[in-house]
């Protein structure tokens, strides 16, 4: 532990309790659970969605805690099949312990059966998508710099991304309130994340996935980690049940300049997905 802590950049800890639980979690792994966040945490962010991957160094680590630790879980935006086949999870030689919730939860995989459960797209989905074509159409014929911005289909969910557009940040202002209203008026939420606003059927949040995995009292110690604002239900849940139970528990950032507030709320602050896969790693390590 001592290596981590002072040997790696990459990783702090800025409450005793992201010590503790990191401790906790290296003691007594086969009662842990470890949640991740996919898109920037335990993959960096890339300007197309499509070409995000996890870093190599977080997947090794994965490897071994699937060996070792009760439960890990992919807590994702993403829709399931989209995480796994970009993720590889499936392909990991043990998945025995491994789950994914996709779509903030409305999508589940579970790796002990292979079992796949993705609920029929809601009708306001399909409305949502032309009427968005419609307004990127419009608004870019008037304003250079929502050219570029790109719609994502998840099924689920209609995802606008600004990565890509001549300005990313202007295109989010002019966007954002008009999806709001769009978003109101076909019975959806708008999810804001990092150059990207989703409209969904408010389903499920990342909470209410940490919720239903800590009701299990074999758990006796948890860390969620995350990079976004979609991951802040998350650690709340993690708190309250901390507070609650007495047991220890760790929201870990992966910090980034787009959404430098996270950076408040670690009890282990990581530099970006290399200081996710540095702390990962340090669980596994013989000599921590
Ligand atoms: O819950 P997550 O796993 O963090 O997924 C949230 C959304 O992430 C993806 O978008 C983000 O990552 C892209 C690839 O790095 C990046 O281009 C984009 O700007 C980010 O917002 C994904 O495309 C969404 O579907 C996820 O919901």
Redesign the pocket.
């Known amino acids: 532990m001592d290596g981590m802590t002072s040997g790696s950049d990459l990783v702090s800890f800025p409450t005793d309790e992201g010590r503790a639980t990191t401790e906790a979690i290296i003691d007594d792994p086969s009662n842990a659970l470890i949640c991740l966040?996919?898109?920037?945490?335990l993959?960096p962010?890339?300007?197309?969605?499509q070409d995000?991957r996890p870093d190599p160094e977080a997947m090794a680590a994965l490897e071994r805690l699937l060996t070792r630790v009760g439960q890990v879980a992919i807590v994702?935006?993403?829709p399931v099949d989209v995480a796994l086949q970009l993720g590889g999870f499936a392909m990991l030689p043990d998945t025995s312990r491994l789950r994914v919730f996709g779509q903030y939860g409305a999508e589940t995989w579970n790796g002990a059966t292979g079992h796949i459960h993705v609920p029929a797209q809601p009708p306001a989905i399909g409305e949502a998508k032309l009427q968005i074509e419609r307004m990127l159409a419009d608004l870019s014929a008037q304003n250079p710099a929502l050219r570029g911005t790109a719609i994502?289909d998840?099924g689920l969910a209609i995802?606008v991304?600004t990565?890509r557009a001549a300005d990313p940040a202007e295109a989010l202002v002019e966007l954002t309130p008009r999806l709001d209203t769009l978003a109101d008026r076909l019975g959806l939420i708008t999810e804001p994340?990092?150059?990207?606003v989703?409209l969904r059927a408010g389903h499920s949040d990342k909470g209410d996935v940490v919720a239903k995995l800590l009701d299990d009292p074999s758990i006796g110690a948890a860390a969620f980690c995350g990079?976004?604002l979609?991951d802040i239900s998350a650690f709340a849940v993690l708190i309250k049940w901390r507070r609650r139970t007495g047991r220890r528990a760790a929201c870990v950032v992966s910090a980034s300049d787009e959404v430098p507030s996270l950076r408040e709320r670690a009890d282990v602050l990581c530099e970006g997905p290399s200081g996710i896969a540095a702390w990962l790693t340090s669980l596994t390590s013989t000599d921590s």
């Open positions: 966040d996919f898109d920037g945490t993959a962010i890339v300007a197309d969605p995000a994702t935006g993403r994502e998840k995802g991304h990565r994340g990092r150059n990207v989703e990079d976004d979609g």
